[in-house]
Each structure stands twice: as structure tokens, then as C-alpha cells.
């Protein structure tokens, strides 16, 4: 079984749909709409006026459901609706309690059994005035993508249709400068209660601290099948606490990256949708952030191409394995440099301080990062000594192994190794075993 990142990448489950209607969606059979729903939990009052726009563009064949803890909002909707002619919209009035996770599980349970097909929004608003750009582009994300147009909503239901394994369907992860840690560690510290969350409901799902989550925000389409032994465990309004709320390893925070391991153990995949006009933003803003981040990267350590980031990681592990294999020697860094300095910051991440750093030149009682400074011609017992070669350039490397091999030091490994032949042998290896390598 394999990751729902690595599924979703591989099988390019990316879906960039038009506004508009497209031309294989207009042959719709009249009935799926009979078969689809769409939630929508409203919390702000001052905010409401964004999400007319999205509400007006939903066919009226299709059940809208409204759901907030706020009497005053349920009217706001009523009075707006009235203008607009819309025959089927109910509204719910919910217990002050888990926000847009309990109106999802709690509330809405019932409705969904009803659908095959469903969509589930709630709002957002900025926690301050510095977030209020990214807020807004969040918005656009999240109900954009989802319910941008009635002729949008129609290539989605047909996505549905013709894919009858596509279990999800969620906004792409948002970008801005304050989201920014959501590309490459969304998890933050929400790993370890989505965990339990997997292994609490038995989910059959492959979930790994090294893959991201790929549902951020409880807003999504979903077939209601996929998403059966989520909504069926017997959710109260009481298993959520909202003081917890600025708490990453919180229930919610769990649950909103829950939702596609649920349907991987349901049998079905989870996938991105967004519309042309999003894709064109999303895709200038991450073409811009990841050359800035390679060009601005390649000052401290050789990452150009995701290949090269590949290679790092394992070079990486080859390190901290044969540090943890020399706990009991005195382990030396070969170079005190800026790469010297970052490997002395990877090691300690893994509890493993280094004994002091080796140099060719004279650096006589100098200190680095707290590791002392030593010549190598000053040392003379190498009994119990292991060596981590940390320089880049590879005419280097060599004048240091020459340097090494001279005092008849052979216990070293080379930090960057640029071996064809090593690297596959290593590479293989951590396909075998890959328990210790985010450990």
C-alpha cells in the first residue's frame, strides 16, 4: 500500500477544471443532482458578503444545507436567499461547540446519509491585520475551487462520475507567505493525533510523518461512501473542546488530515481540483518560491533539483548511521566551514555531539558552535577516533582522505558522496529499511 501523497503525485490526481460548463458535462443526467448536497458552515457575521457570490452560483437543483451556531447568521442567510429565488435551502441551528469539525461530523451525519455526492465549506476569516491578504487568497482556494460556478459544480459531479474510484475531491494546499510551512511539513505538530486517529477508527491507510497530509481544512466534495467510517463512529458535539483550539496536536486539526486515509481504507483515492484561473496564480507563485528557495539554497549545501535533494537526504543517513555506529569513539568533523557547521547541526538533532572539529591549517584553542578546534597534524593517538568528512568540493574530499590516510586513519565517511555505485548500494538499502530514516 502506498502513501495517498505519493498516489496523488504519481497518478497525477490533479484535476484543473474550467468556470464554465464543459462540454462533456452537457449530457448530465438531471437525477445526480438529486443525489448532491452542499454544507455550508457560516460563523462571521462581518464576513458573510464574500460568499453570496458562491451561494447565488449553486444550481437550485442542487439541497443546500446551512449550518452555524448563530441564530442572527441562519436570518442574515434567510434574507439574502429571499431575494434570490431558491427553492431548497434548510437551516440548522448547532450546538456553540467544535466549530466547522462537529457541524461536519455532528451535525450534518443525517444529511449525508441522504447523498451520494457532497460538498462541505465553511468560512475563514484573518487573525490579524498582517494575514488578511493570504485570508482572502485562502478564501478563494477553498470556495473557489469547490463551488466556483454551477457549470464548475457540474464538472465536478462529472469528475465523480466518470472516476468511480475518486473518493475526494479537495482544494489544492494554499499558498502565501503565512502558509508557507504548509509545502513540504503540513503536518506541523498535527502528526501524532492523526495518528491515533488512523489507528482509533483501524483504518487499513499508510500514514508516515515523512509524507505531507494533502487535506488541509475541513472543506472538500467527497462520495459519501468513502468517507463512511468517519461520520458512522459516533461523533458528539462533548468530544470537542474549543480552549484547545490554539493547540497543533488537537482533535480537529487531526481531522482535517484525516479524511483521505479514510477513504484509501474505504478503497477509494483522494485528489486536487482547481480552476483555471487558481492554477494560474497557484502556478506563478510556487514557479517564483521554489527558485527563490534552490537559487538561495545552493549557498550552504549542493540542492539544485529535487534529485539532488534525494541524494542529500541519503547522504544524510549515512552520516547520522555511521555516527550512531561510533557513539563510543570521538567523533571528529573534517572541515569547520559552513557545511562543517550544518553537519554539526544535523547531528545534534539526533542527540549525537561530535567530539571537536578537524582542520589542515592552525586554529589553536578556537571554538565553533561549542566544538573545539583541532589541527590534524596536532592529534597523534587515532585509536578511537571516527571522522566525517564535510567539505563539498571533491579535489578537496581527496587532499583530506590523503591527509587522513597518511596518519593511517581509516574509520572516516565522506559526508557528500558523489559515488554512482555507493549511493545505489546505500539508496537500496533504506528501500529495505526505511523504519530508522525519519526517526
Request: proline residues 2%; glycine residues 6%; charged residues 30%.
Amino acid at each position: 500500500m502506498k502513501n495517498v501523497f505519493d498516489i496523488r503525485y504519481e497518478k497525477n490526481l490533479t484535476y484543473i477544471l474550467s468556470s464554465s460548463k464543459e462540454s462533456l458535462s452537457d449530457t448530465m443526467d438531471g437525477e445526480i443532482y438529486e443525489k448532491t448536497a452542499i454544507i455550508l458552515y457560516l460563523y462571521y457575521m462581518d464576513t458573510l458578503s464574500v460568499y453570496w457570490l458562491y451561494l447565488d452560483g449553486i444550481q437550485n437543483a442542487i439541497d443546500v444545507y446551512i449550518i452555524s451556531s448563530k441564530e442572527e447568521i441562519l436570518e442574515k442567510v434567510r434574507e439574502h436567499v429571499s431575494l434570490s429565488g431558491r427553492t431548497y435551502i434548510q437551516y440548522i441551528l448547532k450546538e456553540n461547540r467544535g466549530r466547522d469539525v462537529s457541524a461536519f461530523l455532528v451535525t450534518s451525519v443525517d444529511i449525508v446519509k441522504k447523498y451520494e455526492y457532497v460538498c462541505f465549506l465553511h468560512d475563514k476569516k484573518e487573525h490579524c491585520a498582517e494575514m488578511k491578504k493570504d485570508t482572502e487568497l485562502w478564501i478563494k482556494n477553498l470556495w473557489g475551487n469547490l463551488i466556483n460556478s454551477a457549470g464548475y459544480i457540474d464538472n465536478i459531479l462529472h469528475l465523480f462520475i466518470e472516476n468511480p474510484k475518486m473518493g475526494i475531491l479537495a482544494p489544492p494546499e494554499p499558498i502565501g507567505d503565512h502558509f508557507r510551512e504548509w509545502y513540504g511539513y503540513g503536518w506541523g505538530e498535527s502528526f501524532g493525533i492523526t495518528k491515533e486517529l488512523v489507528d482509533r477508527l483501524k483504518l487499513n491507510a499508510d500514514i508516515a510523518i515523512e509524507k505531507p497530509p494533502i487535506t488541509l481544512g475541513t472543506t472538500l466534495w467527497f462520495r459519501s461512501e468513502a468517507l463512511q467510517k468517519l461520520l458512522e463512529f459516533g461523533w458528539k458535539y462533548t468530544d470537542f473542546d474549543d480552549e484547545r483550539l490554539k493547540e497543533q496536536n488537537y482533535l480537529s486539526y487531526g481531522i482535517e488530515r484525516l479524511f483521505p486515509y479514510v477513504a484509501q481504507d474505504a478503497g477509494f483515492e483522494t485528489a486536487t481540483v482547481m480552476t483555471i484561473e487558481y492554477a494560474r496564480e497557484q502556478t506563478g507563485y510556487l514557479q517564483y518560491s521554489v527558485s527563490a528557495l534552490f537559487s538561495e539554497a545552493r549557498n550552504f549545501f549542493p540542492i539544485a533539483t529535487i534529485r539532488d535533494l534525494e541524494d542529500y537526504k541519503i547522504n544524510r543517513e549515512r552520516v547520522v548511521r555511521f555516527a550512531e555506529q561510533n557513539i563510543d569513539k570521538k567523533l571528529y568533523l573534517y572541515g569547520a566551514g559552513v557545511f562543517g557547521r550544518f553537519c554539526l547541526y544535523l547531528l545534534e538533532e539526533r542527540d549525537i555531539l561530535p567530539y571537536a572539529y578537524l582542520v589542515s591549517g592552525k586554529h589553536e584553542d578556537e571554538i565553533i558552535n561549542g566544538l573545539p578546534v583541532y589541527s590534524i597534524y596536532k592529534i597523534n593517538d587515532w585509536s578511537d577516533s571516527a571522522v566525517v568528512i564535510t567539505v563539498l568540493k571533491e579535489n578537496i574530499q581527496k587532499e583530506m582522505i590523503k591527509n587522513l590516510e597518511a596518519k593511517r586513519v581509516d574509520n572516516y565517511i565522506v559526508f557528500w558522496n558523489q559515488s554512482f555505485d555507493e549511493m545505489r548500494i546505500f539508496r537500496s538499502k533504506l528501500m529495505i529499511d526505511r523504519e530508522w530514516l525519519w526517526n
